[in-house]
């Protein structure tokens, strides 16, 4: 699109207003006309058509000039008695001005048309009542116009208002998610790199292959780091990675497995969304005991609503299980910063369409549910 420069702009939406005051001026002239044939009088089109259209050729100079002063009102005076008292100092005269000049090109364009042009004592002299008449009907069209530009301006200073908010609200919820992510990242480092020194001595070659496992996870997080959605493919090759590290920290206690239905992984979700949950299943199900534990990962696509809404289509959700064989939960268990800032970013991105519940996993330890909603993304 060709951009202009602000003169030539300006004097593109000058020319732009004449052509349009002139067709109203047009429409005015035709009205009078055919006014006139109804009752079977004569009308004269060489004295009319320079009255009419001069007039409305004047208010064509005036409208853009007269936008940007009503424009830099509205920016200075609030609504007020000054206002008022500031357009009836500038209405008054200008509408007195607008005859003057009107009534100048209506004579000069009347005398090219005639041959016989009027001095100006004669003008002013034969048409001083009809200018200072004319004026107050300059004034209330000048108010209409006040009106008009005056609404115009506070939509358009209104939309651009909710704009800024917009995007306020958008950069204000970047830098929380930055914050939830960058919590987490420590918390998973911390206890990585405890489980890289406890094999340093004892098993060099696990404690290789969970730093090139850590180097990828790194390596992963700060190329997404400006992403705050991916495809479920990629988010599940991430996990495996952080899953060969707890496994090979943990040793065969530790198994996993993943059932994610296909037409699931080109969904896109947030970010790291499933290493902190799952994390939290390996430490608090896996970890403290013994015996061999699994943790299991299901993912899926269902309908929710009613039955009405479900024939229809319904809103179509991507549901995530994560599974381990733990214990479960206590009654007086409490979410830890894995949990409250994932429950977070959801809310934050979904803004409260999305969910994470807690519950009881078949496999004999706790669930998390995850249910994300599918309806204003694509996925193929």
Known sequence: MQKFSPIKRHFLYQAGAIVVWLLIGLLFLLQGYFYAASFNRPFDWLTQTPYRLSLYF???????????????????????????LSHLAIGLPLALLHRVIGTLIEVFVSGLLTGTFKSLTDVFTQRKVPIIGGALDSFILYVLLVLLFTGYIALKQSREKTLQLSRVSHQLAQSQLASLRAQLQPHFLFNTLNGIVALISSSPEKAELMVTRLARLLRFS???????????????????????????????????????????LTVKIPTLLLQPLVENAVRYGIAPFTHNGTVLVKGRIIYTGTVKRVEKGGDKHLCLEINDSGEGCSSDFEPGIGLCNSRERLETLYQGKASLEIGKSDLGGAKLTLLLPMNSQEHT
């Not at 991430?238 to 707890?246: A, C, G, K, Q, S």
């Open 58 to 84: 004047t208010w064509g100079l005036f409208s853009i000039p007269l936008f940007y002063l009503f424009s830099a009102l509205a920016l200075r005076c609030k609504p007020s008695f000054k206002l008022v």
């Open 222 to 264: 700060l190329d997404s780091a400006s992403q705050n959605m991916i495809p479920l493919s990629q988010e599940l090759m991430v996990l495996n990675d952080y899953l060969v590290i707890e496994k090979t920290r943990i040793g065969e206690r530790l198994t996993h497995q993943v059932d994610v239905s296909e037409d699931c």
